[in-house]
């Protein structure tokens, strides 16, 4: 007898442990479900920021894009080539995909993209042929007559034909482009905050880049809910409620 009103007086206590575990149940998923609606949130509120901030710099898309393929500074050499300065455009991958200045999708993390597009134009230039036989003659040449000329920047050889010429061009160029910072031009440009530019070398001196544009990936720092430390601290927390409510 005494062993029943024992049992029965425990009914309370078990009730009282089952509500307290849904009720911590319903805490922790209310907490966890504010925390993901409040980041989803945050990611779109400072996304639509930093586009109204372009939209506010540039009038349009296409103003943007032609600030962009601005080209600060250019000097070519005949014998050393081709160097181009333009200043970056820093955003953050989504903005850049909505703006279409990324088009690669097939990497997960871009961190730049560089688009270039040159012309190698060489003037006219006289190609000797090459024949053993010598014919005294000025307005007659003997077909098929092979030529070729070749230095460390192009190479052409072809053949004469009695219908036309066969000719092989090939151009050779090595293209350096670089990432980084460059100090203002002047007399006090040292005293002044360095300009984030892409340089692009053309080693070719016949090569010119006729037209370029770039965008940089900023990696924001992140949230203090996307930290390592609130993922740990979070999940250990969770851990010792569900612990606490197995007991």
Avoid at 85 to 98: E, I, T
Avoid at 137 to 153: A, D, G, Q
């Amino acid at each position: 007898m005494a062993d029943e009103l024992t049992i029965g007086g425990n009914k309370p206590k078990k009730s009282f442990l089952t509500f307290l575990k849904n009720f911590l149940w319903l805490i922790v998923s209310i907490v966890w479900g504010i925390i993901f609606i409040y980041t989803i949130v945050k990611k779109n509120d400072t996304h639509n920021r930093e586009i109204r901030l372009l939209e506010t710099a540039f009038n349009t898309r296409e103003d943007m894009l032609s600030n962009n393929m601005a080209i600060l500074f250019r000097q070519k050499d005949s014998i050393k080539g081709e160097l181009i300065l333009q200043r970056q455009l820093n955003l953050d991958l989504k903005s850049a995909y909505d703006l279409e200045l990324i088009t690669n999708t097939n990497l997960r993390n871009e961190l730049s993209q560089v688009k270039v597009v040159t012309i190698t134009k060489i003037d006219s230039i006289f190609i000797p042929y090459k024949d053993t036989n010598y014919l005294d003659t000025k307005s007659i040449i003997r077909v098929p007559k092979p030529f070729s000329l070749s230095n460390e920047y192009f190479a052409i050889a072809g053949e004469v034909r009695w219908n036309g010429v066969i000719a092989t061009p090939s151009v050779k160029n090595m293209q350096t482009i670089t990432i980084g910072e460059a100090r203002p031009e002047g007399m006090f440009g040292f005293l002044k905050k360095s300009v984030p530019v892409v340089e692009i070398k053309n080693a070719n001196p016949y090569s010119q880049t006729i037209e370029m544009s770039n965008v940089v990936i900023i990696q924001s720092p992140p949230k203090w809910y996307e930290t390592r430390f609130f993922q740990i601290s979070a999940g250990f927390g969770a851990g010792l409620i569900v612990g606490l409510i197995a007991k």
